[in-house]
C-alpha cells in the first residue's frame, strides 16, 4: 500500500530551479534543493539514502494529523485538486512542504499557517487568492519556496518570510512592485513574475534595493524598456515577451555579472553600439522574435559568449567579423550555436569565415526555416 502511495505522489508536484517559468511536474526531491535538508531527513530515517533497502524502517506511516482527503506521506502534505476554498486546518507541525495548488481558496488569514514553524515549500499555485492577510506568513520561518502563481493577487504579498530563497507570482494582475516589499529579503535569489500586466511606471524607485538576485523573470509583462535599479546581483535576466524598443547605452551598464540575458519576442529596432560591452561574462543571448536590421554590434568582443538567437528578426546583412575577433583576437569560448534562420539576408553572400570561431557547421542554424 505504501509503495502505491509513493507512486501516486510522485508525478504531483515539482519545485524546479530557475531556468524557466515554474511548471508542476513532480515533487519527490523538494528536500534535496537544500544539503541541511537532506542530511536532516536521511538522519531522521524519513527519507532513505541511496543504499537504503525499501523496508517498513524507511517508508513509515505518516505520523501526524492529515487534512481529510489530503494525502500525507514523509512531512509532505499534498491537498491539491480538491475544491478547497480555505486552507485545511489539522496539518501536522511538523510539515515540510504543502501543496495546495489546483484549489479554490480566495484568501489567506491571519492564523492559516499558525505552528507551521517546519515548513519548505508552500504552493499555492492556480487558486482564486486576492487577499492575503500581512501576518498570515508570520509563523513560516524556515520558508524557503513560496509559489503563489495563477492567482487574483494585485500586489506582492506583505511581510514575506525572511527566510525566503524562491518566489514564483507570476501569472496574477500585480501592477506596481512598491519601494518596501522587499525589505530584510537577504536571503532572497530568485523571483519569477512574468504574466503580470506591469509597465516600468509600475517599479517604485528602490523597489529591488537590498535583494541580492541570482535570477529575475518579468516576461510577458508591458515593458517598453529594461527596468532601472535592478539588482547588480543578477546572473540571469529574462525580460522575453515584452515590448521593449531598444537597448540603449547605459541600460546593462549596472549588470556586469549577467551571463544569461532573454530579450527574445520583444520590439527592439536597435542595440546601441557599446551597450553589451557591459556584460564581459555573457555566455547566452535570446534576441530573437524582435525588429534588428542588423547582427548587435559588439559581439566579438564578448570572451565568453556561446549562444545567440537572432532568427526571426529582419537582418538583411551579415558580416565577416560579425561574430568572431579579426585575426587570433581574444574571443576565448567558441560558438556552440547562432540561430539566423526566417531573416531576409542572402544566406549565399555570407563568407564561411563568418564563423570561424564557431565549434562546427551544425552550429549554425541558416536558412529560412521555421518551426
Known amino acids: 500500500m505504501e509503495h502505491l502511495l509513493l507512486l501516486l505522489l510522485v508525478p504531483l508536484l515539482g519545485l524546479v530551479n530557475c531556468d524557466r517559468p515554474f511548471v ?12 541541511n535538508v537532506q542530511e536532516e531527513e536521511e538522519a531522521s ?15 513509515p506511516f505518516y505520523p501526524g494529523l492529515c487534512p481529510f482527503g489530503c494525502h500525507c506521506h514523509l512531512r509532505v502534505v499534498q491537498c491539491s485538486d480538491l475544491g478547497l476554498k480555505e486552507v485545511p486546518k489539522e496539518i501536522s507541525r511538523d510539515t515540510k512542504l504543502l501543496d495546495l495548488q489546483n484549489n479554490q481558496i480566495t484568501e489567506l488569514r491571519k492564523d492559516d499557517f499558525q505552528g507551521l514553524h517546519h515548513l519548505y515549500a508552500l504552493v499555492l499555485v492556480n487558486n482564486k487568492i486576492s487577499k492575503i492577510h500581512p501576518k498570515a506568513f508570520s509563523p513560516l520561518h524556515k520558508l524557503q519556496k513560496l509559489y503563489i502563481s495563477k492567482n487574483n493577487l494585485v500586489e506582492i504579498p506583505p511581510n514575506l518570510p525572511p527566510s525566503l530563497v524562491e518566489l514564483r507570482i507570476h501569472d496574477n494582475k500585480i501592477k506596481k512592485v512598491s519601494k518596501d516589499v522587499f525589505n530584510g529579503l537577504n536571503n532572497m535569489n530568485c523571483i519569477e513574475m512574468g504574466g503580470n500586466p506591469l509597465e516600468n511606471s509600475g517599479f517604485e524607485p528602490g523597489a529591488f534595493d537590498g535583494l541580492k538576485l541570482n535570477y529575475l523573470r518579468i516576461s510577458e509583462a508591458k515593458l517598453t524598456g529594461v527596468p532601472k535599479d535592478l539588482p547588480e546581483t ?53 534576441l530573437d522574435n524582435n525588429k534588428l536590421s542588423k547582427v548587435p554590434p559588439g559581439l566579438p568582443d564578448l570572451k565568453f559568449l556561446q549562444v545567440v538567437y537572432l532568427h526571426s528578426n529582419n537582418i538583411t546583412h551579415i558580416g565577416v567579423n560579425d561574430f568572431c575577433p579579426v585575426g587570433f583576437g581574444v574571443k576565448r569560448a567558441s560558438y556552440h550555436g547562432i540561430s539566423l534562420f526566417a531573416n531576409p539576408v542572402p544566406y549565399w553572400e555570407v563568407q564561411p569565415a563568418t564563423f570561424r570561431c564557431a565549434t562546427d557547421r551544425l552550429a549554425i542554424q541558416f536558412g529560412n526555416y521555421k518551426k
Open 45 to 59: 530515517g524519513i527519507f532513505p539514502t541511496s543504499g537504503a533497502a525499501e523496508s517498513e524502517e524507511t517508508f
Open 24 to 35: 508542476q511536474r513532480g515533487f519527490w526531491d523538494f528536500s534535496m534543493d537544500d544539503p
Open 234 to 286: 543578477l546572473n540571469e535576466l529574462h525580460l522575453d515577451h515584452n515590448k521593449i524598443q531598444a537597448i540603449e547605452l547605459e541600460d546593462l551598464i549596472s549588470y556586469s555579472k549577467v551571463y544569461r540575458l532573454g530579450l527574445g519576442h520583444n520590439n527592439i529596432r536597435m542595440i546601441e553600439n557599446g551597450s553589451l560591452a557591459f556584460l564581459p561574462i555573457l555566455r547566452e543571448l535570446h
